[in-house]
């Protein structure tokens, strides 16, 4: 993706997958994270969470700490979003893991507000799983004709963003 033509096209954000689990690290996603600094484009990075394959959430949290740092500095306008959806954990509570991410996330990377970081999952799933954001902002995916209806109660009050397929 030619990140200068995106722009040119008038788009002002960027969402950009980085890690995912305890050692992945996408190689061009931090080199687009990078270059969408240098062009001043709003960046969205997320982590997509494994805790099912037995990886610690303090764990995943210094990795995807760590691939942001490596990729320059954080700004205070960045979003950090943790992708929630791991088929292994599918129906078990995860709200300690969650929390426990943010926390160590928060220690590394204190220049993201708590504001500025969100949760990614779809409803259903989000549901099985958590039974709070823990006041942080949901990106709702929603594969179905009426994405709204599937958002938990809990998380209808911090809908930031729904990305609809159907």
């Known amino acids: 993706m030619d990140l200068a033509a995106y722009k040119a096209a008038g788009h002002r954000t960027i969402g950009i997958k980085l890690t995912e689990g ?6 061009t996603g931090v080199a687009r994270w990078e270059k969408a600094a240098a062009l001043g484009l709003r960046r969205v990075g997320y982590h997509f969470a494994r805790p099912s394959h037995g990886n610690g959430a303090a764990a995943e949290a210094r990795h995807f700490a760590a691939a942001l740092k490596a990729a320059g500095p954080v700004r205070s306008t960045d979003v950090l979003v943790l ?3 791991d ?5 078990r509570k995860g709200d300690a893991w969650v929390a426990l991410f943010f926390l160590e996330l928060s220690k590394l990377v204190p220049k993201v507000p708590s504001g500025r970081q969100w949760i990614y999952s779809y409803g259903p799933y989000l549901a099985s799983t958590l039974t709070s954001t823990g006041g942080r902002c949901y990106w709702h995916a929603a594969y179905t004709r009426d ?16 990305q609809f397929t159907d």
């Not at 305890?22 to 190689?27: A, C, Q, R």
């Not at 088929?87 to 129906?91: F, K, N, R, S, T």
């Open 87 to 91: 088929p292994g954990l599918e129906g």
């Open 22 to 27: 305890g050692d992945w690290t996408s190689e």
């Open 147 to 162: 994405p709204l209806a599937s958002v938990p109660g809990f998380a209808r009050p911090h809908l930031v963003a729904v």
């Open 83 to 85: 992708d929630w959806e």
